[in-house]
């Protein structure tokens, strides 16, 4: 029988602000690939379309089927996307010095989107079957910290620098919720802080370059520096009102790199200056704290921790994404959420979305 507390529970402020900052991302993605754009660049916004009716699709699909029954897949969530990442080391499509597509026929489809939905399923499962008022000690953290670490090296190993700092960083904001014995987040503290230096010597030249010219854009500034020094200029210039739709010279003159992946920001702001910025970064904060408002609600761990998870996921692409375009963060290869062109990105984020509301929706519900 239909249980009427499916539709009142309904988020439909989260599905709404969703779908209007996806048209926003089409709206913003066109002007991107068409201002001065050749005509390979032209048919990504065709992509993105069919992209987009997929997700959509795909978000449907997520909240239809009850988000506890994740619960129980959690592992074979998690072994499946290990498998998709091994097979794209082996298999996968190589694209700009990076292996990171599995390829399907028509289709390409990058694994290590997955994997930071199902790092959060396996973590939020295992958090949620041992809550303790103590705190987890790092012997207890041992085993989640396993789990984010095999997805990261393989991520690593593509290279998508970028992803594997999002999925460390989804796991530590999950570790802190799921509370630390105090003796123990000093040590891991501590431990963190020791192994930084040590990162560095793993880090493959062009990405020690990223992070010295975030340091100084001006060391290179025809070669490191120029993308963020030419991103910097197209924010600017947009000032308050933006120099209007199709408008935008860094974009149109091609002065900007990436400018409908890792930059699509500059593009916002250049051409809807300030006031389009702040809409745009407006609906994101709201879908933000809509999925924290679904995360203190739900009344079992599991979905408080998944719906923390998801909602990390969007916050620290938003964060790492609108830093590097403003200079703020290194160039880490990390896309806007629903408005950087890619449709394994924007499809996994709707799936996400779909998981919100899901959790919302059955919230008060039983477990079946």
């Known amino acids: 029988m239909f249980d009427r507390r499916l539709v009142e529970n309904f988020d439909w402020g989260l599905l709404g602000m969703t779908l209007l900052i996806g048209c926003f991302g089409i709206i913003i993605l066109y002007s991107a690939v068409a201002s001065g754009g050749t005509f390979p660049q032209k048919?990504?916004?065709?992509?993105?379309?069919f992209w987009y009716t997929a997700g959509l699709m795909v978000m449907i699909a997520s909240f239809l089927i009850n988000y506890r029954y994740l619960e129980k897949w959690a592992h074979m969530v998690y072994g499946i996307s290990i498998f998709f990442l091994v097979a794209?080391?082996?298999?996968?499509k190589q694209i700009g010095g990076s292996r990171r597509w599995l390829v399907f026929g028509p289709v390409s489809f990058q694994p290590s989107e997955l994997a930071k939905v199902a790092v959060i399923v396996v973590m939020a499962r295992y958090y949620s079957k041992r809550v303790s008022n103590e705190g987890f000690t790092w012997q207890e953290l041992l085993t989640p910290f396993i789990l984010m670490l095999?997805?990261?090296?393989?991520i690593v190993n593509q290279p998508d620098l970028g992803t594997a700092i999002l999925i460390v960083l989804i796991s530590g904001t999950l570790m802190l919720f799921a509370k630390i014995e105090r003796r123990s987040l000093l040590f891991i503290a501590l431990l963190s802080c020791a192994?930084?230096?040590?990162?560095?010597?793993?880090?493959?030249?062009?990405?020690?370059?990223?992070?010295?010219?975030?340091?100084?854009?001006?060391r290179d500034p025809l070669g490191a520096g120029y993308h963020i020094i030419q991103s910097k200029i197209a924010i600017g210039s947009g000032m308050v009102g933006g120099k209007g739709f199709l408008k935008g010279t860094q974009n149109a003159l091609s002065f900007l790199p990436e400018h409908h992946t890792d930059f699509i920001f500059s593009v916002l702001a250049e051409e809807w200056g300030f006031v389009g910025s702040m809409v745009v970064l407006f609906i994101f904060l709201f879908i933000i704290f809509r999925g924290l408002h679904i995360a203190y609600r739900c009344r079992d761990s599991f979905g408080t921790l998944l719906s923390l998870g998801i909602t990390a996921i969007i916050f620290w692409q938003v964060f790492i994404n609108v830093g590097m375009a403003m200079g703020l963060m290194p160039v880490v290869g990390v896309t806007l959420p629903f408005v950087s062109?890619?449709?394994?990105s924007l499809v996994t984020n709707m799936l996400c979305v779909g998981i919100l509301i899901n959790v919302s929706m059955r919230r008060f519900m039983f477990e079946p």
């Open 88 to 92: 794209v080391l082996i298999f996968g």
């Open 195 to 218: 192994a930084v230096p040590m990162v560095w010597f793993f880090l493959k030249e062009y990405q020690k370059q990223r992070i010295l010219t975030f340091l100084n854009p001006d």
């Open 341 to 344: 062109y890619g449709g394994s």
């Open 43 to 49: 048919t990504l916004f065709v992509k993105q379309l």
């Open 150 to 154: 095999l997805p990261v090296l393989l």
